[in-house]
């Protein structure tokens, strides 16, 4: 725990592969870092990371449905039971934004550029708080700060 509240965490694999999480407390939001740091002697690919932001202790907002969602990458909105609040998350590179219907949990996971030897690569999220009916300005905002892992051709 960083003094202003963030919180970083590294680990480092036997092979020197490093990863690693940081969160940034802000006003009405939270700021998340993802990085990986290869140290090994080859190109790392098509690394996918599976975010989970579960809802289990978020009441209000932890229904077992996904009727309450919008999966929309790169972003997931959830609304509380009155519809009236949202709890949205958001990840650039987003590979797939995605639920279950019997775990109250929202998820939009990233993936990694390739990570040739040597080099770090990172995706940046963000988890934030949205009152009102109409959620569509915060998924217009997400999509353009947050670009989308392009599609395969």
């Known amino acids: 725990r960083e003094a202003d509240g963030s919180l970083r965490h590294e680990r480092v694999l036997p092979n020197k592969v490093a990863f690693g999480a940081a969160i940034q407390p802000k006003t009405n939001r939270v700021d998340m870092e993802l990085w990986l740091r290869n140290g ?5 690919t098509g690394l996918r990371v599976q975010v989970c932001g579960h809802l289990k202790g978020a009441p209000d907002f932890n229904d077992q449905t996904t009727t309450n969602k919008i999966f929309r990458a790169p972003s997931v909105a959830v609304h509380s039971v009155g ?3 949202w709890i949205v998350t958001a990840w650039e590179r987003c590979g797939r934004a995605w639920g279950q219907k ?3 949990c929202i998820h939009a996971d990233p993936v990694f ?3 040739p030897p040597g080099e770090t ?3 940046r999220g963000r988890l934030w708080f949205y009152e009102g009916k109409d959620v569509e300005q915060e998924l217009e905002r997400a999509q353009a ?3 989308a892992l392009a599609k395969a051709k």
């Open 102 to 104: 019997d775990v109250p």
């Open 145 to 147: 700060e947050f670009p």
């Open 121 to 123: 690569v990172r995706v």
């Open 40 to 44: 090994s002697d080859e190109t790392l």
């Open 113 to 115: 550029a390739d990570c």
């Open 83 to 85: 519809g009236d609040r």
